[in-house]
């Protein structure tokens, strides 16, 4: 078995995750904020996608991050003719961001990262107890 291969293509999966739990703390954090001026767009949800990508040197496919795009889902709206952001009808534009998905994709994401990181740890025990055969 090659351990380095395969602490290479966990490393990956754990990076690729990592940028993907980055986004939807992003989409979380900005999931109430609306726009600045009167009829203004407000925050967009920022989707990851993965793809693919072959590492030559080691010989295996690798995940990585294909591009960040945005959520093209319509803008919840809330009467609130208060607000300095309402239009001229006293509607509010709310972000397409449903903190449930969030929270759901933030788990899944968590899941993957976690399983990377117990390849890597059994890979580490793997290798150590064969140096202690050697010894």
């Known amino acids: 078995m090659d351990f380095a291969k395969t602490l290479q293509i966990s490393a990956a999966g754990m990076n690729a995750q990592g940028r993907r739990l980055r986004v939807i703390a992003e989409n979380i954090a900005n999931s109430s904020t609306t726009a600045l001026e009167p009829g203004g767009k ?25 591009r960040t795009r945005f959520d093209d889902a319509a803008f919840g709206k ?15 534009l709310l972000p397409n ?20 990181l117990n390849v890597i740890e059994a890979s580490r025990t793997m290798l150590r107890g064969t140096i202690d055969l050697l010894r």
């Open 97 to 116: 961001v449903n903190p449930l998905i969030e929270m759901t994709d933030m788990r899944e994401a968590m899941r993957s990262y976690e399983a990377n």
């Open 42 to 66: 407000p925050y967009r949800r920022k989707m990851i996608g993965f793809k693919n990508e072959l590492d030559r040197q080691l010989g295996v496919d690798l995940v990585k991050v294909a």
């Open 78 to 92: 809330r009467f609130d003719p208060g607000n300095p952001a309402a239009d001229a009808d006293g509607y509010v």
